[in-house]
């Protein structure tokens, strides 16, 4: 059947409340699939189609103003394979495809959205109050690495007391392995995941559990290898901007409006054609924007506009503090709901673990500085950094608590050091309890980076699988970047840093799932359990604002942060470092009797306990005694007051 003449009026799509009409891509309408790509420097554009039905054939399209490309084929059908030939060019893939079934460098994979079946109707979102998020690499996560292997560990996940998962990138790379950052077909899940009905079989059984579900998604730069938007449409180039991985995306110039749909588009297809309760947005200082509209700003209305199922959370990866992102609209904000904020993990790790060079010289580490950032939600407001060698930050006060995402580990934080170690590798695990206890339960949300919660023995290493001469060039770079580290300034130690090209670095990130059956892992699951579950518990006492937290610090080990709500309050008591005793005066924490809720030193939270003391003093408050670093986490009525 030939395709049809003129330009194609496309029937909008609904998908139960969502009211979506795709731009780009093979997609199935009333009168058959309508395929859509951007090539505006191309004369022409010919649609290669395969099907099992008959033999392959070549279908022209027809230009738009725009500079895309457009035409209804009114017998194809899901699972015909097909690609696009620009002028007389070679044939590639489709940038927008639902599915590369033999890798980004193949031919696409038409894909019937509407084919699955979802049980989620009763499912009504993330409440973003109550955000818990767990992180995870869906090819590390277990042993097979797939989309149906994550979903048989959801109800661990679930009983954990997390409410959310986040699925660091998803989309087709190239290679066997890779985070995901290195993206190409950027609509496509992985084949090395599984087919896209395996991540909604996944999202539909988080669902059913009580999980939300977001996803990491990239929109600040494209993958060196396989993303084909590039080869058929060069406007997507910034002339003006740069981004640390190159050539910076064209936010703002001639041809914008195309590439800004392209990714709006990308966002909304995650969040109506699988059901996705928020997208994380990686780097989003590194889009680099002079438009009178901020993309992001746009991206974050056209959703509000479009998806209509629920409340889709959107987080912005962003270092520059400015709480204009996470502000409303009606405020002159850009409308997203929150930013992962580093300044307390940074914070953190310079007290706890010594980091001192690089993004953390600009932290002191100290128990003060701690206090300061866990009041604010995040340190820097506009003071001056010395790594970035200019001033940083806003004034967040009027941001609620959940607009900040807070983590002891994430993927980068982990990832990005050569050799990949976690927290728990380089502090006393009773160190680690303490901070754990902070981070879990700030008033800010907290994220957990999978294997976290039981102190995970495997380290999460940088790892991808290009070919050629690409691959020598990652491996060079990766130990490149570190040379200006004390540590790894001799070329010799450089060079025993792991090889992303190396299929062990990969398999040594995996989580081992026996760990949780022994000590000291066993225990330190149950620790965090009974964290989360207090979270859970007392998250209804206090207003989601900052105005009830008091956070400060007693001495050079300790922070206390205090929290108070109409009918009860709660204290942490954290000892990051040191022993000794720490008194809390009554005219800080206020009178009345304190309940012990949770102790660090539990016997069924650590395989040596060293139990601490507290009793209250007429003159001092509350006095604990430290064998060693730890947490206490004390609550009290206040009508005991």
């Known amino acids: 059947m030939a395709p049809l003449k003129g330009r194609p009026t ?5 998908f139960e409340m969502d009211i979506w009409q795709p731009t780009f891509g093979a997609v199935l309408t009333t009168h058959g699939v309508q395929f859509r790509v951007w090539a505006p420097t191309a004369s022409r554009v010919t649609l290669h189609l395969e099907s099992p039905r008959e033999t392959t054939r070549a279908v022209p399209l027809t230009r738009e103003s725009d500079g895309c490309f457009t035409t209804i084929v009114e017998d194809a059908r899901p699972g015909d394979r097909y690609g696009y030939r620009a002028d007389e060019g070679p044939l590639w893939p489709d940038p927008a495809s639902r599915y590369q079934p033999e890798g980004v460098h193949a031919l696409s994979e038409i894909v019937d959205p509407s084919a699955f079946t979802w049980s989620d109707a009763g499912w009504r979102g993330i409440e973003p109050a109550r955000l818990v998020v767990y992180e995870l ?21 679930r009983d954990l007391g997390v ?3 986040e699925l660091m990138p998803v989309a087709a790379f190239p290679g066997g392995r890779n985070w995901g950052y290195d993206g190409g077909a950027l609509f496509a899940p992985s084949e090395r995941y599984g087919r896209p009905d395996a991540l909604r079989r996944l999202i539909d059984r988080a669902h059913a559990l009580g999980l939300g579900v977001i996803l ?8 060196p290898d396989g993303a084909y938007l590039a080869a058929f449409s060069p406007l997507l180039f910034s002339k003006r901007h740069h981004s640390p991985w190159g050539r910076g995306l064209n936010f703002d110039d001639e041809g914008s409006d195309v590439l800004r749909r392209y990714f709006i588009d990308n966002a909304l297809h995650w969040l109506v054609e699988y059901h996705v309760d928020g997208l994380r947005l990686d780097a989003t200082h590194a889009i680099v924007d002079d438009s009178p509209t901020p993309f992001l700003a746009e991206l974050a209305a056209m959703t509000r506009a479009r998806v209509q199922r629920q409340h889709a959370l959107l987080i912005a990866e962003d270092s520059r503090n400015l709480d204009v992102i996470a502000r409303p609209t009606t405020t002159g904000g850009w409308g997203l709901d929150a930013i992962w904020a580093d300044d307390l993990h940074h914070a953190i790790r310079r007290h706890t673990a010594g980091d001192s060079e690089g993004y953390f010289a600009d932290y002191s580490g100290t128990t003060s500085e701690i206090a300061t950032t866990i009041r604010r939600g995040w340190l820097y407001r506009g003071e001056w950094s010395r790594y970035r060698n200019a001033s940083r930050g806003t004034d967040p ?8 995402i807070v983590c002891l580990q994430n993927h980068d934080q982990i990832g990005n050091r050569a050799r990949g170690e976690r927290l ?7 160190v680690y309890r303490a901070a754990s206890a902070l981070v879990l339960l700030v008033p800010e949300a907290p994220l957990l980076f999978m294997g976290q919660e039981w102190a995970a023995s495997t380290p999460f290493l940088f790892f991808t699988d290009h070919a050629g001469e690409l691959g020598g060039k990652v491996t060079a770079g990766r130990r490149e970047e570190f040379k200006h580290f004390t540590t790894f300034r001799d070329a010799r130690t450089r060079d025993a840093i792991p090889d992303p090209q190396v299929t ?8 081992q799932w026996d760990e949780p059956n022994r000590e000291p892992h066993r225990s330190t699951l149950t620790y965090y359990r009974a964290l989360l579950a207090l979270r859970r518990e007392t998250a209804d006492w206090f207003s989601d604002d900052l105005t009830d937290v008091d956070a400060w610090a007693p001495d050079e080990g300790t922070v206390v942060v205090g929290r108070r709500g109409r009918d009860s309050c709660l204290l942490v008591v954290a000892r990051l470092s040191g022993d000794g005793l720490v008194s809390l005066p009554t005219a800080r924490i206020g009178a009345g009797s304190w309940q012990l809720r949770l102790s660090s030193e539990d016997a069924a939270f650590s395989h040596d306990a060293q139990p601490f003391t507290f009793e209250a003093r007429q003159s001092d408050g509350l006095v604990i005694s430290f064998r060693r670093p730890g947490a206490l986490v004390l609550s009290r009525r206040n009508r005991d007051r």
Request: glycine share 4%; no cysteine.
């Open 397 to 404: 006060t009027a941001l609620p608590p959940h607009a900040f």
């Open 216 to 223: 990491d998604v990239v929109y600040n730069h494209l993958g």
């Open 504 to 511: 062990d670095t990969f398999l040594q990130s995996r989580l």
């Open 424 to 430: 728990n590798h380089q502090v006393p695990l009773e």
């Open 10 to 14: 496309v029937p909008t799509v609904t």
């Open 137 to 157: 690499h869906v090819g590390t996560f277990t042993e097979a690495g797939t989309f149906d292997a994550v979903a048989e560990r959801l109800p661990y996940v």
């Open 163 to 165: 409410t959310a998962l």
